[in-house]
């Protein structure tokens, strides 16, 4: 009996362990996904402003982007790109 309860508990341990890996891989797939989505749009908001800007104005972008972790934020200067009508007043509302 004492024997059946040590393979029982080995086993619970061992399953435990496989489902905390699966849920940590499912959790790394969804976080990386939702990365690589948010640097694609960094990368879309950069080409849209040194088209409309020049290449100046898409640096600046591009460093303000690499400091904006969150959605929101990424709307906003998207917004901007839109907005705007010269490049100095997109620069000038980067810090806005």
Not at 7 to 26: F, K, M, P, S, T
Not at 30 to 55: D, M, S, T, Y
Not at 65 to 78: I, K, M
């Amino acid at each position: 009996m004492e024997y059946l309860l040590e393979d029982h508990i080995r086993e619970w341990r061992a399953e435990l362990h496989r489902e905390g890996i699966a849920q940590g891989v499912e959790q790394g797939i969804a976080q990386g996904v939702e990365q690589g989505i948010a640097q694609g749009e960094r990368n879309a908001l950069e080409r849209l402003a040194e088209r409309r800007f020049g290449a100046g104005a898409a640096r600046r972008l591009a460093a303000a982007l690499s400091d904006a972790p969150g959605r929101q934020r990424l709307d906003e200067l998207g917004d901007l790109i839109v907005v705007c009508r010269t490049a100095e007043e997109l620069v000038g509302r980067l810090d806005d």
